[in-house]
């Protein structure tokens, strides 16, 4: 049976497979497109993830898309409530019908002489396997595994007598009221669940080896909330993106050109949040500089309220093991716990766990380089979404999605079927792909593809020039070959932009 086609096959109905649904109904109306979702929901990351207090740590006003405004009042926010804005977006734009779920993406193949994708894949109900065939893939999977966090390996942790849970997988019936909770980690997980148990739990201690930055930020921003009343919501929503789109750029820059000054400051803010005499720098004085890793942002300082309340605290050391009770640490400290959440990150996973080939080749996708942080060289008729890890991921995923229609219109225009970027015996340079020296990050740097020595294989991490680059810049250039088929692929051009 010859497999269904598609112009484009979307893989993933997170945040950036609906906002590239959206694009693709609006900008490339002609397309025939489905975005396949391995789960058996839309939401990605806001509905895997159900630990209490779950929200996100960057303002929604940058989280959320260019194209629907955040009309809550609340800057940060609870993941329902963000569930329901991207469904919300999705039932909009009219993707209900586009999207397959229980389809996971297992394998796509490129073959020059059809100018398509064959891509696997298994439906996660019935175990049947699936074809289709698609003239782009666009892979919107997010950036880590889903059926796995990452947990380290706790000597004794088989002799422990309570329970422990990992906050990707959290028992929907789990009781903490009264219960003694030890949270393992100090990311934005860690320092979300603290305060939110704490509400409840007879008293939860976060145990971490070493600080991570914690700045309080306004849960609603007075700003945002005097701009909607005096403008109409679509232009206030600008107004207010814009706002934190240079905070934010501002905030970064400001602590890679002067990380003492940025200690300093979030130090000075940290002391007044907490009660006189507290260890400061014992528990809240990374070794890092500021961005070196991504700062925890908490709303109206909830971590240092629970913390002076008395009803949490931070303990900063390493385990020698579990015991039947609790936790040892190497200080010799015992902490006594009825549930313990092992808060200790993701797994990073690049494009959903596929495997792709071209031509019967299976490229090693860390010696590929990555085109305007979105495309692979060699790698035809393809693009992945990798949002910021210094602001909100979704400001680049739209930029993306603007991107590759763009590029679509453009191949239609000229009659070309297959685009790819091609090196031309450029080498990959050391940088990373992301900067950031976060454990999840260090421990699997090597499988992601590797940034370029220069334009435009340069991940910017920075919207102003992303957004000249991407909505405006041209699409034309002497690394990307155009060609239609049955002909030879078109000279490159010189570069434009
Ligand atoms: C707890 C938590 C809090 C976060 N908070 C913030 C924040 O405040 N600000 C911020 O900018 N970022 C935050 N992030 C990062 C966050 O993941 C992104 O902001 C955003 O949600 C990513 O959206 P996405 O659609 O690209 O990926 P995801 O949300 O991961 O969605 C990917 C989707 O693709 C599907 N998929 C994956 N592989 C396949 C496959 N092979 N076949 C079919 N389907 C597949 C998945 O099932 C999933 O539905 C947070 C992440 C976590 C884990």
């Keep these: 049976m010859t497999p269904e086609h598609v112009d484009v096959l979307i893989v993933g109905a997170g ?88 389809h996971r993406v297992v394998s796509a193949a490129w073959s020059s002489a059809d100018a398509r994708w064959t891509v696997g894949v298994e439906r996660t109900d019935t175990g049947e396997t699936v074809q289709l065939t698609c003239g782009f893939l666009f892979m919107c999977s997010g950036y880590y595994r889903y059926d796995e966090g ?38 934005a997980t860690a320092v979300t669940l603290v305060p939110a148990m704490a509400e409840t739990a007879g008293h939860v201690t976060m145990l971490q080896r070493s600080p991570t930055y914690v700045v309080s930020i306004p849960g609603e921003d007075p700003i945002a909330n005097f701009v909607r009343r005096v403008l109409p919501e679509k232009a206030a929503y600008a107004v207010v993106r814009w706002k934190n789109v240079l905070l934010q750029m501002a905030v970064f820059r400001l602590s890679k050109r002067r990380p003492k000054l940025v200690r300093n400051l979030i130090r000075k803010g940290t002391i007044r949040a907490l009660p006189a005499g507290y260890e400061v720098d014992k528990h809240f004085k990374p070794k890092y500089d500021p961005w070196d890793q991504r700062m925890c942002a908490i709303p109206d300082g909830d971590l240092f309220e629970a913390i002076s309340a008395g009803r ?107 685009c790819v970027p091609r090196a031309h015996g450029i080498q990959p340079s050391d940088e990373p792909l992301v900067e950031l020296t976060s454990g999840y990050v260090l421990r699997s740097i090597e499988q992601l593809p590797k940034q370029g020595p220069g334009d435009p294989w340069q991940l910017k991490m920075n919207y102003a020039k992303d957004l000249r680059a991407l909505r405006h810049g041209a699409l034309v250039d002497s690394a990307m070959e155009f060609s239609s088929p049955a002909a030879e692929p078109e000279p490159a051009e010189p570069a434009l932009a």
């Design 15 to 102: 945040i950036s497979g609906v906002g590239a649904g959206h694009h693709l109904r609006e900008r490339c109306p002609d397309k025939s497109f489905a975005i396949l979702e391995a789960r058996a929901d839309m939401g990605g990351t806001w509905d895997l993830f159900r630990y209490p207090g779950i929200r996100s740590d960057s303002d929604m006003h940058t989280l959320g898309f260019r194209f629907k405004p955040w009309t809550d009042s609340t800057s940060l926010a609870d993941g329902p409530s963000i569930l329901s804005y991207v469904r919300e977006a999705a039932d909009e734009a009219g993707l209900n019908d586009k999207i397959r779920y229980h």
């Design 150 to 187: 990452y947990s380290p390996e706790f000597p004794g942790i088989d002799r422990f007598g309570g329970e422990v849970i990992h906050p990707q997988h959290w028992p929907e019936d789990l009781d903490y009221a009264g219960k003694r909770v030890v949270v393992i980690g100090s990311g």
């Design 312 to 418: 949490a605290e931070i303990v900063t050391d390493r385990i020698e093991t579990f015991t039947e009770s609790g936790v040892k640490l190497e200080s010799g400290q015992e902490l006594e716990a009825d549930i313990v959440i092992t808060a200790t990150g993701l797994n990073l996973l690049f494009l959903g766990g596929a495997t792709i080939s071209v031509d019967g080749e299976e490229p090693d996708v860390s010696r590929t380089m990555t085109y305007k942080g979105m495309l692979l060289s060699d790698v035809p008729n393809f693009a992945f979404t990798l949002g910021y890890s210094n602001a909100s991921w979704t400001l680049k995923a739209d930029l993306t999605s603007e991107y590759v229609c763009r590029l679509l219109n453009h191949m239609d225009e000229h009659g070309y079927s297959v």
